[in-house]
Nanobody
Framework: QVQLVESGGGLVQAGGSLRLSCAAS????????MGWFRQPPGKEREFVVAISWSGDNTAYADSVKGRFTISRDNAKNTVYLQMNSLKPEDTAVYYC???????????????????WGKGTQVTVSS
């Protein structure tokens, strides 16, 4: 079992930055690929970014490339999402997920993830 808790969400103006954190507890955090997904109001959950167990490999949605950066600290069982140049369309609930795989295969598919946090709200005002 892995428990995930997201934090760092909030209200920010367009062009601003936020840093989300996802703290994991339970077994073998470093054995999981970690991903961030988001669910805008009235829409389906969508892939944002993922990072392999080692942190050496990442995958980004086109909509966030160049603005968002994912990282992880396996010693602290935490994955981070640095979000810069935020836009109103980034407004969503952001979820952290754990995929029991070392590599990025399947990382864009929410159904592949075994564990999820409860989410943190990010609101970007124009």
């Amino acid at each position: 079992q892995v428990q995930l808790v997201e934090s760092g969400g909030g209200l920010v103006q367009a062009g601003g930055s936020l840093r989300l954190s996802c703290a994991a507890s339970g077994r073998a955090f470093s054995a999981y690929t970690m991903g961030w997904f988001r669910q805008p109001p009235g829409k389906e959950r969508e892939f944002v970014v993922a990072i392999s167990w080692s942190g050496d490999n990442t995958a980004y949605a086109d909509s966030v490339k160049g603005r968002f950066t994912i990282s992880r600290d396996n010693a602290k069982n935490t994955v981070y999402l640095q979000m810069n140049s935020l836009k109103p369309e980034d407004t969503a609930v952001y979820y952290c997920g754990a995929l029991p795989r070392l590599g990025l295969y399947g990382c864009t598919d929410a159904d592949e993830y075994y564990y999820w946090g409860k989410g943190t709200q990010v609101t970007v005002s124009s």
